[in-house]
């Protein structure tokens, strides 16, 4: 398996723009989370899914966040629109559902001017 | 509440020389503990897993923790560091079946 797959890796944009980050997870995975990781507060828990519904998003910082899970293969995380604060790497992990370990994908780099 | 405390944001050793990262827990029930890594521009690794048993619980490239439930910790341990070693740690708590929780991380730095 190719492990979780994210993207892009790298996303610049300046602010007041949408951003979209992407996320593929482990073929038969039930569990999809998205964290984001700064300096100040470390890995935060935005929102996780379970068999593509949304269970929690008490993480999501503002409406400006959205996150999508249309399929068991397939999830997004939206910003719209970005503001510089929003900067932080992003992450998405998955689970499967007699696990209890979270697999992380390559994380994405978001830098907003 | 779940949360995890790493008391140290550094922890420098040198090469050939035992390692310990520190990790104390507070959580409700049975604690499910974890330890990752990440490298530069990487994502998270896991190294290890407690869920029940023996204590003494053994992982990845070398790596060992130690859980003590008085103590509520979960120390992760290594006898002899190596310099490939140097990244970016991080305790996990879990009661189950909900999302890790996570310590901010210590930086380990392994000097030859």
């Known amino acids: 398996d190719a492990g979780v797959i994210q993207s892009p890796r790298h996303e610049v944009t300046e602010m007041g723009q949408e951003v979209t980050l992407r996320c593929k997870p482990i073929?038969?995975?039930?569990?999809l989370f998205w964290y984001r990781q700064t300096m100040m507060r470390g890995l935060e828990l935005l929102i996780y899914f379970n068999n593509n519904v949304p269970i929690d998003d008490s993480g999501m910082p503002e409406d400006r966040f959205s996150a999508k899970m249309p399929n068991a293969s397939f999830s997004t995380l939206k910003i719209q629109p970005s503001e510089p604060r929003d900067s932080a790497v992003y992450f998405c992990?998955?689970?499967?559902?007699?696990?209890?370990?979270?697999?992380f994908g390559p994380g994405t780099r978001l830098t907003v001017t | 509440a779940q949360s995890v405390a790493q008391p140290e944001d550094q922890v420098n050793v040198a090469e050939g020389n035992p390692l310990t990262v520190k990790c104390t827990y507070s959580v409700s029930g049975n604690p499910y503990l974890f330890w990752y890594v990440q490298y530069p521009n990487r994502g998270l690794q896991f190294l290890l897993k407690?869920?029940?048993?023996?204590?003494l619980v053994k992982g990845s490239y070398g790596f060992e923790a130690e859980f003590n439930k008085s103590q509520t910790s979960f120390h992760l341990k290594k006898p002899s560091a190596l310099v490939s070693d140097s990244a970016l740690y991080f305790c996990?708590?879990?009661?189950?079946?909900?999302?890790?929780?996570f310590g901010k991380g210590t930086r380990l730095s392994v000097i030859a």
């Open positions: 992990a998955s689970r499967n559902f007699g696990g209890v370990e979270q697999y």
């Open positions: 073929s038969g995975h039930d569990y």
């Open positions: 996990a708590v879990s009661s189950g079946n909900t999302p890790l929780v």
């Open positions: 407690y869920i029940t048993g023996d204590n």
